[in-house]
């Protein structure tokens, strides 16, 4: 395997809280997580909390380096679109980033996608960065699809994009099969993947643009796998889940990437 030595890709590493934590119980991981890690500056760190509480984990990172994240988004602005949370109420509160087309939302909630592409356009369009999340099932890993299913997802998601455009975009190849399993992809079968995602934004934007796109991975990263899985030329951080709700766990997570813990 390869070395992400010699890449000027940062990496980013963001913990995707999912439907967990009260109000109370946000405000109380973000300060832990701000006391640890609101000075780091060797790697990008976001948290994306439930809608509920993203106002008031926002006023904890006052001053801090940790940036906000919401969980989703809709493509309009605003409209009779009962339940739904736009982009601009998203930056209205003081978020930054967004995750799109996770697999959750694929899987359970009908996400296809031409839905993706809209919400991506929308978040580029109001000035957040999107985190677009692709990947396929254990089925389709057992039928030898992965790399269609990427393919598939990258290019229906990143549908009509321009290279600069994309430069704005991180993506996180997340195996379904590896998402709260406790299965990891072993570091091979991750970099083999983010290697192809790469190759493949080459061919559908530019060489230049895709050496620069940052590519996360996601499927039960802890702190005990994250070294290995970060050696990946290819891999430029990642999207945690279940080790992101506690805050020792996240906390050695990024630790490890900016070297303070081997
Ligand atoms: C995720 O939800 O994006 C994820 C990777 O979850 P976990 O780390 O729990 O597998």
Not at 19 to 28: L, Q, V
Not at 53 to 58: D, G, I, N, P, T
Not at 95 to 120: A, C, M, P
Not at 158 to 171: I, K, N, S, W
């Amino acid at each position: 395997m390869g070395s992400r030595m010699g890449t000027k890709r940062k990496i980013i590493l963001a913990g995707n809280w999912k439907m967990n934590k009260t109000s109370i119980e946000a405000i109380d991981l973000a300060n832990a997580l701000n006391r640890e890690l609101g000075d780091v500056q060797e790697v990008d760190v976001v948290i994306c909390p439930a809608y509920t509480a993203l106002s008031e984990v926002h006023e904890v990172l006052t001053d801090s380096n940790i940036r906000l994240g919401a969980q989703d988004l809709h493509w309009e602005n605003a409209g009779a679109f009962t339940g739904e949370v736009s982009a601009l109420m998203l930056k209205s509160v003081g978020v930054e980033y967004v995750i799109i087309g996770h697999s959750e939302r694929r899987q359970y909630f009908g996400e296809t996608n031409d839905s993706v592409n809209k919400k991506l356009k929308a978040a580029l369009k109001n000035g957040l960065l999107p985190i677009v999340c692709v990947g396929e099932n254990l089925k389709e890993r057992e039928a030898g699809k992965t790399f269609a299913v990427v393919q598939n997802h990258c290019e229906g998601s990143l549908a009509g994009l321009t290279p600069d455009e994309l430069r704005q975009v991180v993506l996180a190849y997340e195996p379904v099969w590896a998402i709260g399993t406790g299965k990891t992809a072993t570091p091979a079968q991750a970099q083999e993947v983010h290697q192809f995602i790469r190759g493949l934004l080459g061919k559908m934007f530019s060489a230049d643009a895709a050496a620069g796109v940052r590519i996360q991975y996601g499927g039960s990263v802890t702190p005990e796998n994250i070294a290995e899985l970060i050696a990946g030329e290819d891999i430029d951080g990642a999207l945690v889940g279940g080790a992101s709700l506690k805050g020792e766990s996240f906390v050695k997570i990024v630790k490890h990437c900016c070297g303070i813990l081997k």
